[in-house]
């Protein structure tokens, strides 16, 4: 016989179980009980929306052979939710819906101890394209209006906005320097107060999500001057985007899908990622994409590791040029 | 004429049986929502979404908003029985309700609130019916230098709850107002009193203080003597559980003083109704004959806040379906629910589901009716609580904060801070330290810093935004009427007595 | 009783005071590494740098008003310190629950702790005490584990 030392007879053991591997690969996955599906956001945010109409979509579709259980992890944004995740290694019935928030909190808060790194990327379901809107009897009708009015004044005129990493902010500061212009940022902590204080003329210019704004165009008392997204949306035909209007900055897309904690085993990646590929295919989620507004983003798990990678890399150079404190 | 038409329309939906069975169910949901501590209607309209897809929306929507409103008034009830605020909101009916449940008047502090959320719950859905769309547009017009106004407003009112010492109530303010601004700044995104830890950059949670202080507080304190002096006397007969008319004279004022400051407050997106209690119970207090009694039982203490965070229910459904912007975290979940169900939540909802919000506001007059007619007769059988010895008592406090806190957040970093807190409000009491400016530093701490710092960078620094605005103007008048106020009657007393003594 | 309660007011006041001046110290000191006024408005440090400075202000107002109390004062009497003791040792005890809680769960912590309360702050006997804990374990587990399906802590036993 050979004489095998310790490390190769692993050696040749660990070979030997993955060359029965395509068998486990074949004993398919199925979930046995309620599978979590984790939220950072409180009831009613967009992350959570976005997971219950998931939830739904499943059931209705007989997706998969379990329902959705929505667990809301609100705190620090993103961050209590990212360290549940975290110590949910091997759990292989807790999901979770990350954002771009997810990717870009660990970038400058130093007291986040774990990042989507650390997590097994499972699908992106959707990019969630933005308007520049500004009050329908304010003087600008297209963003070169607004822009040129910033540089007649700078500093005076007004966005209101989440929090200033938020991509709002982060458009805006694309924009600005590109365009050598200065407006200022007024953060707002709620979708609600951001349209109010735009709706009361108390700021100029809002980055707003089509579905927030959908209504107000329609009643007549916003008016859009540009589109945040790699082609024009189906509702907004004749907006041009900002590529179309010669703003050449990077599309920042607010991003949603789908990851799990560290240590899953590859037939139960596979699993999830055919579900949420089914899902993606469906009528209602096509439906739902529409009504939304929004632009159909499935990448599968190698895909959206790479995606991941690359959207952090990019955030990181942004934040720094916006003058963020990056740690990460 | 339209609004009548309207609202006989609304009546044909809600009084259908399918309908007022769900209109019940989620008016007695709320109410037991409201009773724990912990456990809120964001949350519970939240898990129970899914049971609403089947139905229409209206249906849906009348049961949701009960569960809503419902809560408003079960969030009295622990409060004046256990000074455990069963909702934020329900923090100040402690001051004077558990007081009155200490003296013997449980069941008519109970009755009280009950009454005083009836009619002011009602003047709220009359507000929504005939005021709505007028109200949206002047509420659009409150912006961050009002909000800080209102703010200031708020603050003005520890003038009034100071009761003896004012260094101390202020001192309770400021420590108030740093907890509050733990956690993440919105605008620069620094982490301010975070020490480090995860678990502090969303600041800490209000519940988790005003169970610990008031709650855990007043038992370390009571636990200092061992058994009799302390037990609560228990009023006995029906007489004794409701409140007498002469009380309910005394509530008057209270009761429009609440119907109206909640429904104005509930209007503005993002001030909440915790922030309308404080103000009309400070307003009571102001125009009270008998200030200092406040914070010992008095009526009027009960049925102001009361009354306020049931109107104010009223009010935060103006901005939602007027204009589909949502002004607080259950209004938000209101709002996808509508978007859920495949509706378009803006301008012109009501325009094109008229039968959506008669149906609604119908419901709602039939809720209000609902609720008083289940909370009354519970009366004497929550008041029966109160006959359990103390060291039954006690326990089942420890256990209900506990529990109320958990399940709200699953952390035990939260548990650790109510105990922490409990020592404070023990501490607080024995060195005579008042509460309530506290907690009221803690609620509007945050929301003032952020509408100065919006207002000044909106006038890119100039601080007369801050009072060239007339209504920001008005309510900064009214604090400084406020804060002089006890001046005032400190200078009149003085002048009686020179009076006096020179004749 | 009275003079007791003046007394340990007057040197309460005087070491909440001591302490509050420290606390606003520290805030002041701490917002002086933030930002004070940005181009934008005022800073993350605007605030805590006011209210620090006014919690150090009020606070050394307490001190010095306790101490001239003091002086003006007939002789301070001892505190009730085993009051203040059966107080601190019901926290210590809730405390020490809160910790408990992660590893033996929810309901046998509430029971223990029950249990030691009625046996030994309040002198009843053992038959209350046990009658008393259990009853409130189940009570809690039935409506709010059972009934509202809500999520307490869990320990080994499941309970």
Known sequence: ?328 | MEILSGLFNGFSIALQPLNLLWCFAGVFLGTVVGIMPGLGPAATIAMLLPLTFGMPPTSGLIMLAGIYYGAKYGGSTTAILLNVPGESASVVTCLDGYQMARNGRAGAALGIAAISSFVAGTVGVLGLMLLAPPLAKIALSFSSPEYFALMILGLAMVVLLAGDSMIKALLAMLFGLWIASMGIDLFTDASRFTFGSAELLDGIDFVVVAIGIFALGEVFANMEMQGGASLLPVPKGMRELLPTMAELKACRFAFFNGSVVGFIIGVLPGAGSTIASFISYGLEKAVSKHPEKFGTGVPEGVAAPEGANNSETGGALVPLLTLGIPGSGTTAILLAAFVLWGLRPGPLMIQDNPELFWGLVASMYVGNVMLLILNLPLIPLFAQILKLREYILYPIIFGISIVGIYTSSSSFFDCWMLSLFGLLGYLMRRLDYPTAPLILGLVLGDSMERALRQSLMMSQGDLSILYHRPIAATLLFISLLLVCLPLFRNFNQWRIRAIEDNG | ?159
Request: aromatic letters at 10%; glycine letters at 8%; charged letters at 15%.
């Open chain 1, 1 to 328: 016989m050979l004489d095998l030392s310790n490390s190769k007879k692993t050696g040749m053991a660990c070979l030997f179980i993955y060359m029965l591997s395509p068998f486990a690969l074949h004993a398919d996955f199925k979930p046995t009980k309620p599978i979590e599906c984790v939220v950072h956001t409180g009831p009613g945010g967009g992350s959570d929306v976005l997971a219950r109409f998931i939830a739904q979509t499943v059931e209705k579709e007989n997706l998969s052979p379990v329902r959705f259980q929505i667990n809301n992890k609100t705190g620090g944004s993103g961050v209590t939710a990212m360290t549940y995740m975290a110590e949910k290694k091997g759990d292989t019935h807790t999901i979770a819906v990350f954002t771009g928030n997810w990717l870009i909190t660990p970038l400058t808060r130093s007291e986040t101890k774990v990042s989507v790194k650390d997590m097994t990327p499972i699908a992106r379901l959707v990019l969630e394209p933005a308007l520049i809107a500004v009050k329908s009897d304010a003087p600008y009708k297209t963003l070169k209006d607004f822009i040129e009015a910033a540089k007649k004044s700078p500093g005076m005129l007004k966005q209101s906005g989440g929090s200033s990493t938020s991509r709002d902010n982060v458009v805006r500061q694309l924009l600005m320097k590109s365009t050598g212009s200065n407006w200022t940022f007024i953060s707002f902590p709620g979708g609600g107060e951001r349209i109010s204080a735009l709706l009361g003329g108390h700021v100029n210019v809002m980055v707003i999500e089509p579905q927030e704004a959908g209504e107000h165009i329609r009643a007549g008392s916003l008016r859009v001057i540009a589109q945040i997204a790699e082609k024009r949306l189906p509702g907004f035909s004749n907006i041009p985007t900002l590529k179309e209007a010669g703003f050449n900055i990077p599309n920042v897309p607010q991003v949603r899908g789908i990851v799990m904690s560290s240590g899953i085993p590859v037939d139960v990646i596979s699993y999830y990622e055919n579900l949420f590929y089914r899902l993606s295919k469906t009528a209602t989620w096509r439906k739902y994409l529409e009504d939304q507004q929004f632009e159909d983003g499935y990448q599968k798990s190698a895909e959206l590791s790479y995606f991941i990678d690359g959207y952090t890399d990019q955030m990181r150079e942004i934040l720094k040029e916006a003058g963020a404190k990056v740690i990460r």
């Open chain 3, 1 to 159: 009783m009275l003079s007791n309660k003046r007394s340990m007011l007057i040197n309460g006041n005087f070491i909440s005071g001591l302490v509050l001046a420290a606390l606003g110290s520290y805030i002041f000191t701490q917002a002086l590494n933030w930002d004070y006024m940005t181009i934008e408005g005022p800073g993350p440090g605007f605030f805590p740098y006011w209210y620090g400075l006014a919690m150090v202000f009020l606070s050394l107002l307490l001190v010095a008003s306790a101490i001239l109390e003091a002086r003006t004062s007939e002789n301070p009497k001892t505190v009730n310190w085993s009051e203040v003791g059966r107080a601190l040792s019901a926290w210590l005890l809730f405390s020490l629950s809160v910790f408990l809680m992660k590893y033996l769960g929810f309901l046998i912590v509430l029971s223990a702790l029950t249990w030691f309360v009625i046996k030994f702050m309040y002198q009843q006997n053992q038959k209350i005490a046990i009658t008393t804990a259990v009853g409130i374990s189940v009570g809690f587990y039935f409506i709010f584990a059972y009934a509202l399906q809500l999520n307490l802590p869990v320990g080994p036993l499941g309970l």
